[in-house]
């Protein structure tokens, strides 16, 4: 794509730096309690490595898979790598990280392992690097919201809705904007009924892929090309949720492109180009693919898009930002077919490694991955309380 910049409206603009006596501090969330858990932590080193240390001071805190928040040291992020069958852990050192107590203030404290009391200081805004439930579902957003806790991303609300692939859909749908068809069906209907799983796929076309409503990375994701794969399918989704979408294969190029909310009430701006999934041998962009360096998946970047199609897109994914309420970033995915782009994922809370989708999407729009995070920053510390 050569010439959409001077045809698609706002896009790509560095960030706008506010002149300080001292960098603000910011605290990196990272871990947490989903199976996602490893690559939320690869992500938090690769924030920590080029966030601007000019601008910002940084406190790490860990969420372990049992939910704990403990004080973490930049040599423990040192370490962290992709590696099949070697995703990070944050683990449990016995410490343990307080919130404010009330919005009156935004110091945060540790309990060191001797159980004496320290003051971390006062906390401009938190950056969540969580991904999956508890992460960026609203789950946290909440409880950064009850003390008036800045943070990056989507509130609440926006969070939980596109978390939920059954929802988002659903509200999607009723916007006018085009969705893959789906059924949806929960663990306990099955149990009910052993014989409601034969019937899955009426309505659908083949392949289908089974998904769980509330999961990321395409964690628990299956493609089946016939009734007799759906009932394992199932259980793979199952293991991760309650609740699970059959939707129909789109046959359509698989595109993403990057939002950032406006700076003081203006429109959402979007990255100049459009990314590609390209697929060589691989049936879908599944885990392996995404985070491990799998064959059979390449990225093109920019994809070769007219202009009108661009247009499509980015109109699609800013009319979807807004109806879900979105806020800071999102990486929003599309099945572009013959009759228009189709929308597969809102994601609040994008991957967010230096070899990323999003940060690459920005990076050739003009923005780097350093400002961005910047940019990121300084929207969350901006923004207006919710309320």
């Not at 906390?123 to 950064?144: C, I, K, R, S, W």
């Not at 009924?193 to 990375?217: I, N, T």
């Not at 699970?244 to 939002?259: D, K």
Request: charged share 20%; glycine share 10%; hydrophobic share 40%.
């Amino acid at each position: 794509m050569s010439e959409n910049e001077s045809t698609t409206g706002p896009v790509a603009t560095g960030p706008i730096r506010k002149a300080g006596p001292a960098p603000r501090t910011v605290v990196i969330l990272f871990g947490g309690r989903s199976s996602e858990h490893g690559i939320s932590c690869v992500t938090a080193a690769g924030v920590l490595r080029a966030i601007d240390r000019t601008l910002f001071n940084v406190i790490l805190v860990g969420m372990t898979q049992h939910g704990a928040t403990v004080l973490m040291s930049e040599d423990d992020l040192a370490e962290y790598k992709l590696e099949a069958g070697a995703l990070p852990q944050v683990q449990d050192n016995g410490t343990r990280v307080l919130w404010p107590a009330s919005t009156a203030t935004q110091t945060i404290t540790v309990i060191e392992q001797t159980g004496t009391l320290r003051s971390l200081g006062h906390v401009d805004a938190v950056l969540p690097m969580l991904h999956g439930p508890y992460g960026e579902d609203g789950t946290v957003q909440g409880m950064f919201d009850l003390v008036d806790m800045p943070y990056v991303g989507s509130g609440v609300l926006g969070s939980a809705l596109c978390m939920d692939k059954h929802m988002v859909k659903t509200v999607l749908a009723e916007a006018g904007i085009q969705v893959a068809p789906w059924r949806t069906v929960t663990r306990e209907q099955i149990q009910a009924d052993p014989y409601l799983a034969e019937q899955l796929d009426e309505g659908l076309s083949y392949p289908l892929f089974v998904k769980p409503a509330r999961a990321g990375s395409s964690v628990g994701v299956s493609r089946v090309v016939s009734a007799a794969e759906i009932p394992a399918a199932l259980e793979l989704a199952f293991a991760e949720d309650r609740t699970v979408l059959i939707e129909s294969g789109v046959t359509g190029r698989e595109v993403e492109i990057a939002v950032l909310e406006g700076r003081e009430g203006t429109a959402p701006r979007t990255s100049s180009v459009i990314g590609e999934i390209v697929f060589s041998g691989r049936d879908f962009y599944d885990f392996e693919a995404k985070y491990l360096g799998a064959s059979g998946v390449d990225l093109a970047l920019p994809a070769d898009v007219t202009d009108a199609e661009f247009r499509a897109i980015r109109e699609a994914a800013i009319r979807s930002y807004e109806v879900t309420q979105c806020a800071g970033h999102a990486r929003i995915d599309f099945f572009l077919t013959d009759h228009g782009p189709v929308l597969n994922e809102i994601n609040t809370l994008p991957g967010f490694t230096p070899i990323s989708m999003y940060p690459r999407l920005w990076e050739a729009s003009g923005m780097s991955y350093s400002e961005l995070i910047t940019e990121l920053i300084e929207l969350a510390i901006a923004k207006r309380p919710a309320y």
